[in-house]
């Protein structure tokens, strides 16, 4: 009986260390990433969606390195969430967190991959936007839960991409 209690408090020991690092770890790349701009606001009379779909938000993290993760503005946390492209930029709806918009003229590509930031699915399983925040190129991964929504949110997302810098162009004649 007191090897058996012996192995559980050291057991127990042993996790709860786990869990201080993990959260001084979380708390270091907070600090590290303090620079990080503020996400752009959600644009008051937002255009009626062009595609959208239910799915999981996987992540956002450094462009090209699917393992640094952004932990500001809790773009970092996986989430359920609903993903709308609009004439504006692209909306995703996060529950438990705050939405993240990406204005059209932000958005620097758009792509199917198999997996990022601990997230790893079938090949071309999950959509990739990248963008700019500020002087930082991010990728925002999104998981559809329907197949066929991944076709019309690409499809959607691709042509906002490639209308956007006209758009910029004209607004600045």
Known sequence: MDRLLVLGIATAVLLVAAFVLLALGWRNRLRRQADVEPLP???ADLGAPLAAAD???VASTTAGD???RIAVHHLGIRTNAGLSVHPEGA???RAGAGPVFIPAGRLTGVRLESGMAG????????LVLSWMLGSRELDTGFRTRHADDKTTLLNALQELISAAPQANADSGK
């Open 41 to 43: 606001e959600v644009p």
């Open 91 to 93: 909306l995703f709806e």
């Open 66 to 68: 699917w393992l640094d």
């Open 119 to 126: 997230k790893f699915v079938e090949k071309d399983g999950l």
């Open 55 to 57: 799915g999981q938000y």
